[in-house]
């Protein structure tokens, strides 16, 4: 059994930062993109990061310049460095990742909070 965990969400004042993680655990013999996504209440899930299992990393227009993507393989973690928060930021976290376990397939985590007062 697979499963993703994340932490990191909380709230934060405009303009400060926040570190989330997401740790995959289970019978994993690799894996391959790793995202982020994010939905607000009443808003489709959009995808804020993904970053590729060697390094390559891809942002929303929306976070360019002040979130960052990276992973550790060797612990199976994925962050997002989340600065300049603004108060459209808020919103429900999910990681995100291809796995190869007993057959590939797309994992989620559960979800955690990220809001940013204003």
């Known amino acids: 059994q697979v499963q993703l965990v994340e932490s990191g969400g909380g709230l934060v004042q405009a303009g400060g930062s926040l570190r989330l993680s997401c740790a995959a655990s289970?019978?994993?013999?690799?894996?391959?993109?790793m995202s982020w996504y994010r939905q607000a209440p009443g808003e489709q899930r959009e995808l804020v990061a993904a970053i590729t299992s060697g390094g390559t990393a891809n942002y929303a227009d929306s976070v360019k310049g002040r979130f960052t993507i990276s992973r550790d393989n060797a612990k199976n973690t994925v962050y997002l460095q989340m600065n300049s928060l603004k108060p459209e930021d808020t919103a429900a976290y999910y990681c995100n990742a291809l796995i190869h376990s007993a057959y590939v397939g797309s994992y989620w985590g559960q979800g955690t909070q990220v809001t940013v007062s204003s």
């Open positions: 289970g019978r994993i013999f690799s894996i391959n993109a």
